[in-house]
């Protein structure tokens, strides 16, 4: 076919095809385009916005439907889509039990027993490590590129990601013509949309192009599909084969009017009315041939407007996100760009509805990466432009991932939570074959860190060794039962899950020269102690965390028992085994409480993990009320770390939220999250660790709500630490405990009035803020008698389930 004028000038200087793609995180950038112009706030609450194009991954926005995402970076002479598919993995299935674990368990036990650490720790090294003891990495899928030659000079720019609808957008004028685009990842169609669009008829152009760093192809097919198609270059360890994960993306470009040329990997349009962007994605992680899966998801679409994908992408999208509603009060900083907003908060500044967005902007982050059927979230959720990720963006359960999930229950987002699950129960098997192989154990079990290939050995190094991440991953179980009220779930998915782990403790735990049991070996995640002769160690038994988990893991199981009616034998087993288990414990010295079976010397007083602190939270063995003593001791701890620099990490500061709100104490948790947006967020508002992990935004956005809503004492409590920051406002569509729907409002730092929807019957035991009572409660406009307590907070009063419940509060 005979090339048109327009397109030899295109042609010229150009690149055609590098095998292996070439481009990515490393390509690259355009010459900066002069911006010029203040635009004004685009419409919506809840919208993230910038005048001025993404310059690096950390300023770009992300789309995801919870399966694939992109990044977005509003380029305007080239503008880079950064995909992700949350399958897309380094690596294959393979063995890696030590084989000398179990016979060198009960020496490394002994040697620990009698505080020979630095021995036990280079045995276990040798005998307990997966072999090897690394995992690799998730990876990115690789970069479509739009690039619109010759285009120098615009005005009016701005950018934007608004919540509410999940779709991002930028808007231009230039040569005249003021362009549009929107991009969004649907998932009911499971395709990332992206749509170009002008003001003035032909005036579309652009270049298309997929790019990868290597192990990948781009292809043209027909006139308008892009083909990117590769496999991960990985041997096969046994037979040097590739073994890698193939994967494939197809990007239809729909173009209404203009020209076409595609070839050589590269699509070139011209004079275009609109271009319309159909991307998906697929690996043969769940599929053998991703090529069949992606044409077939094409097909299945190709014929949908654009307007009704967007239509049913937004109506799905709202379904989730408007159940929560939340204002703690405006300024004037809310109609400047979120950039500027951010930096105004790093000087001091005070923007609440910054911080209602941030939360928010959690719960649209943990609907982008986690949607029924779709892998977990990881270390950075979904979104990825490495092929060698920090930490390879895994699966770390000595807290990374559990606070991802955090917000799934109290945010009013329990669909989200389901990936969790399914990820957990794929775990059970080589979990079980670990815990029998290396341990002598029944049960099931995993560590630290895990990835999609079923990894549940240690890693890394000792401080890998430490074999209750399952067990802390159960509480999620059950924390769904008691939001949801769902006994099916409890009785046909969560109990046995949960057993399981608690038979590989049952059979981990052995008896210590104190005469309790503990955990042997065992670590406080990633924090170092000091000996009595002065060395270092990282390995011990019976840390504290460990016996939080157990405690928590064991009464849930055993109130789980009991709901269902079955396992009485089992659960004076575990009654039995919580009789004889390490008390928490205080030191003498300090008055801290101990992060180790001794009250050994801190190497490191600042660390990030409070690991020792599980008791106060995610947990709650210890509480302000019930455990008086306890609660005193968590706070001097608290207080020591963050005075020796903790908190200094994103998820870490995330953490210190929780833990201030537990003890009610509003306004140092208001200051944690001040820190937070000042020292530990990037521009477009996700986590910085450094570098970016997610498990700080989902981390914020749950310590915002446990601020304004908790029900882990077994009550309902109302502002529990309101900060006098936020004199009035409202939350709507919270959920506690007890399958409760809550919204509350506020004024003068008062409670005014709540309304509580059952979602069964029961008992509800309220709590006001102190210094106030319970005027009135009403149900359909009649009073609801309530039956005081010993505090003049706390009442009590029936609900049946379906029913909205008003309660109005007075000083």
């Keep these: 076919m005979r090339k048109p004028a327009w397109a030899a000038s295109i042609f010229v200087g150009l690149f055609i095809l590098v095998l292996p793609v070439m481009g990515g995180e490393n390509a690259p950038q355009p010459p900066e385009v002069h911006v010029e112009g203040r635009p004004e706030k685009p419409a919506g609450e809840w919208v993230l916005w910038y005048t001025q194009p993404a310059a690096k991954w950390e300023e770009a926005l992300p789309v995801g439907n919870g399966r694939i995402g992109a990044m977005v970076f509003g380029g305007v002479a080239k503008e880079r889509l950064q995909l992700n598919d949350d399958t897309l993995w380094d690596g294959y299935p393979r063995e890696r039990i030590n084989p000398k674990g179990r016979e060198a368990l009960p020496e490394i036990r002994r040697l620990l027993f009698e505080d020979r650490n630095a021995e036990a720790e280079t045995l276990a090294g040798q005998t307990l490590m997966g072999v090897p003891a690394r995992i690799l990495s998730y990876q990115t899928l690789g970069d479509l590129w739009i690039e619109v030659p010759g285009l120098e000079e615009v005005t009016e720019y701005r950018r934007w990601l608004d919540l509410d609808s999940g779709v991002a957008g930028v808007e231009y004028v230039a040569e005249g013509t003021q362009f549009t685009r929107e991009v969004f990842a649907s998932h009911p169609h499971q395709v990332i949309v992206a749509r170009f669009k002008a003001n003035q008829p032909g005036a579309i152009r652009a270049r ?12 043209s097919e027909s006139d308008n599909r892009l083909i990117l198609r590769g496999q991960i270059h990985r041997p096969h360890h046994e037979t040097g084969e590739n073994a890698g994960m193939k994967f494939e993306a197809h990007c239809l470009a729909l173009a209404r009017g203009g020209e076409r040329i595609n070839a050589d990997g590269v699509l070139h349009i011209q004079g275009a009315d609109e271009l319309l962007l159909l991307i998906v994605t697929a690996t043969s992680y769940k599929h053998p041939d991703p090529e069949a899966v992606c044409r077939a998801q094409v097909e299945a679409i190709r014929g949908t407007s654009f307007s009704a994908l967007r239509e049913v992408h937004v109506a799905d999208h709202r379904a989730l996100f408007r159940r929560v509603d939340l204002d703690l009060g405006h300024t004037e900083h809310e109609f400047l760009p979120t950039d500027q907003r951010l930096r105004a908060v790093a000087r ?39 092929l060698n990720a920090p930490w390879n963006s895994d699966y770390h359960t000595n807290i990374n991932l559990q606070m991802n999930y955090w917000p799934a229950e109290v945010a009013n987002l329990s669909e989200c939570h389901l990936p969790l699950f399914d990820y957990m129960e794929s775990l059970i098997p080589p979990g079980t074959k670990t815990a029998w192989e290396l341990y002598g154990c029944r049960g099931w079990t995993i560590h630290h860190l895990s990835d999609v290939w ?28 008691l939001f949801t009220g769902d006994v099916d779930f409890l009785r046909e998915r969560a109990y046995s899950i949960m057993k399981g782990a608690a038979v590989f403790l049952l059979d981990f735990l052995e008896f210590s020269p104190q005469g309790w049991l503990v955990t042997n070996p065992s ?11 002065g060395t270092r160690s990282m390995f011990t038994y019976g840390a504290t965390m460990d016996i939080e988990i157990i405690q928590d893991l064991f009464n849930n199981v055993i109130e789980a028992s009991e709901v269902l009616g079955i396992d009485a034998d089992f659960r ?30 801190e190497a490191e007083p600042g660390h990030r993990h409070m690991s020792h602190l599980f008791g106060l939270h995610p947990g709650h063995s ?34 210190m939220i929780h833990f201030r709100a537990r003890l009610e104490e509003g306004e140092k948790a ?12 990037l521009p477009n508002l996700l986590d910085n660790h450094p570098p970016f992990q997610i498990d700080g935004n989902f981390g914020g956005t749950a310590g915002i709500a446990e601020m304004l809503l908790q029900s882990h004492a077994g009550e309902v409590s109302l502002l529990p630490a309101l900060p006098s920051a936020w004199p009035e406002g409202f939350v709507r569509g919270l959920r506690a405990r007890g399958g409760y729907t809550v919204d509350i409002r506020w004024s003068g730092g008062k409670a005014r009035e709540a309304t509580l929807r059952a979602g069964e019957e ?13 005027r009135r409660i009403l149900v359909r406009g009649h009073e609801v008698p309530w039956e005081k307590t010993k505090e003049e907070s706390l009442v009590k009063f029936p609900v049946e389930a379906g029913q909205t419940y008003t309660v109005i509060a007075q000083e």
């Design 670 to 681: 208001f200051e944690n999250i001040q820190a937070l947006l000042a020292k530990s967020t």
């Design 523 to 533: 670590h406080s995640p990633e924090n170092a102690f000091i000996q009595e002769d």
């Design 208 to 219: 298309l192009r997929f790019t990868r760093e290597q192990d990948a192809q781009c292809l």
């Design 348 to 386: 001091g500044g005070h923007d609440p509805h910054l911080t209602a967005t941030y939360f928010q902007y959690g719960r649209y982050l943990l609907m982008g990466c986690s949607r029924p059927g779709c892998m977990p979230a990881n270390l950075q959720g979904l979104w990825n432009p490495h």
């Design 622 to 655: 210890i509480t302000l009320r019930g455990t008086p003593l306890y609660a005193a001791a968590a706070r001097k701890s608290l207080d020591y770390r963050l005075a020796h620099g903790g908190g200094h990490t994103g998820w870490s500061r995330a953490w």
């Design 762 to 774: 029961g008992i509800c035991t309220l709590r006001v803020p102190g210094g106030q009572t319970v």
């Design 572 to 601: 004076r087993h575990l009654r039995k085994a919580l009789c004889y288990l390490a008390p928490l414990q205080i030191s003498p010295e300090t008055g801290r409480l101990q992060e180790w079976i001794k009250d050994y010397g």
């Design 454 to 481: 079923g990894f549940t050995v240690p890693a890394d190094g000792v401080w890998g060794i430490w074999p209750v991440g399952g067990a802390w991953l159960c509480q999620h179980l059950y924390e769904h039962y």
